[in-house]
C-alpha cells in the first residue's frame, strides 16, 4: 500500500489517522459538515474531529 509518513506541524505530529484506522480494520467515516472521523472495530467508537482536541470514545457498553 502506499506509505504516508508522519509530519511535524507547528510543533505538532500529524499522523495519518485514515490510514491508520483502516490497517487496524476498523471502519472509517468522514463527515465533512462537522469535519469528523468516525472509526468503529468490535463495538468501539472513535470520533476525532479538526481543532477540537478532544477526542469521543465510545465502548461497548456505552461508556464515553
Not at 485514515?18 to 470520533?47: M, P
Amino acid at each position: 500500500g502506499e506509505r504516508v509518513d508522519a509530519q511535524i506541524i507547528n510543533s505538532r505530529t500529524m499522523v495519518p489517522m485514515r490510514k491508520i484506522f483502516e490497517l487496524l480494520n476498523a471502519s472509517v467515516e468522514w463527515e465533512a459538515t462537522t469535519r469528523t472521523v468516525k472509526a468503529n472495530k468490535d463495538g468501539i467508537s472513535i470520533k476525532l474531529q479538526i481543532d477540537n482536541e478532544i477526542a469521543e470514545i465510545t465502548k461497548k457498553k456505552g461508556e464515553k
